[in-house]
């Protein structure tokens, strides 16, 4: 396992950084490696996210003295997405099949997580997010068409959209972790616009299902000093609880989100009028 370790970053001083700082600080740039766990331990609320492709062999979550535990999943929960091929995922023994677009909620006290592909020419490509968990739930594997949807946004502001909830109280239990994903109509650009903050809860954003030439304009920062990230596809984003996390693309795209905080109510939102953005 590769894990990047990212501490916390005052707003006061993220408004002074430059583009490379920026990137260096909330920018994920590489999620996915063959046979490989690439992971980022973020300081806001000790959240992880990365990906897992198996290729030639399975990949295993390790036991690693990063998080001062005797297994990965011993204080934690974790969440799945796979973009990729079909897979599978293996826990204590039980084996879940991880189709494209299957969701996995893991509870926190599962010691062996094992991760494989069927076809190493189209492999699995799991986007994992992982978060404090304080006690243990049941597995729940979510297949697409379980994930509860909530089609928002309109043609004429550019942002038709459908949000597919996976862990989420809709869906499934978990302590604290939420996770969807979001995909933008043809036509569309923009997501979360007018946007949003919420102090309570911080969240990571990973864009995929984008064109090689296609790039996402992240916009963070405090909702009257924004700043903006360039993306590329399969790419993810850091963003605190007092930074706005809206973007725009040159076509449309997809983003997988996750949330960690003092809350699981998705609504829990304050949004920014217009006439305050700068």
Same mark, same amino acid.
């Given at each position: ?14 408004? =002074?950084?430059?583009? %490379? ?12 490696? +063959?046979?490989?766990?690439? *992971? ?15 290729? =030639? ?10 998080? !001062?535990?005797?297994? *990965? ?5 974790? !969440?799945?997405? #796979?973009? !990729?091929? %079909? ?6 023994? =039980? ?7 299957? @969701?996995?909620?893991?509870?926190? !006290?599962?010691? #062996?997580?094992? *991760? ?12 994992? #997010?992982? %978060? ?14 379980? +994930? #509860?949807?909530?089609?928002? @946004? ?5 942002? =038709? ?18 996770? @969807? ?54 790419? +993810? ?11 725009? +693309?040159?076509?449309?795209?997809? *983003? ?23």
């Amino acid at each position: 396992m590769k894990l990047d370790v990212r501490y916390n970053n005052h707003p006061e001083d993220s408004k =002074k950084y430059d583009t %490379a700082t920026l990137r260096e600080r909330y920018l994920i740039e590489k999620v996915f490696e +063959a046979d490989e766990i690439l *992971f980022t331990y973020s300081h806001h609320d000790r959240i992880i996210a990365g990906g897992i492709m198996p290729v =030639k062999k399975e990949v295993a979550l390790p036991v690693t003295k990063d998080l !001062g535990t005797e297994y *990965f999943l011993e204080r934690r929960e974790l !969440g799945v997405i #796979n973009i !990729g091929g %079909a897979g599978y995922i293996t826990l204590d023994g =039980k084996k879940y099949d991880m189709i494209s677009k299957d @969701g996995l909620y893991v509870g926190k !006290g599962i010691k #062996n997580v094992t *991760f494989g592909s069927l076809d190493p020419k189209n492999p699995a490509k799991f986007y994992i #997010n992982s %978060a404090p968990a304080h006690k243990e739930l049941p597995t729940v594997h979510i297949p697409f068409k379980n +994930a #509860n949807p909530r089609e928002v @946004g309109a043609p004429k502001t550019l942002n =038709k959209r459908t949000i597919y909830q996976y862990l989420n109280p809709a869906v499934c239990e978990t302590c604290a972790l939420q996770m @969807g994903m979001t995909q933008l109509a043809e036509g569309s650009s923009w997501n979360t616009m007018p946007c949003h903050t919420h102090e309570r809860r911080m969240e990571v954003y990973f864009y995929f299902n984008m064109d090689e030439n296609t790039r996402v304009f992240h916009l963070m920062g405090q909702p009257q000093e924004t700043r903006h990230i360039v993306m590329s596809n399969e790419q +993810a984003v850091i963003s605190p609880s007092w930074s706005i996390h809206s973007g725009f +693309a040159t076509s449309d795209y997809t *983003f997988i989100w996750g949330m960690t905080g003092e809350n699981q109510t998705y609504d829990d939102m304050d949004f920014v009028e217009m006439k305050d953005l700068k």
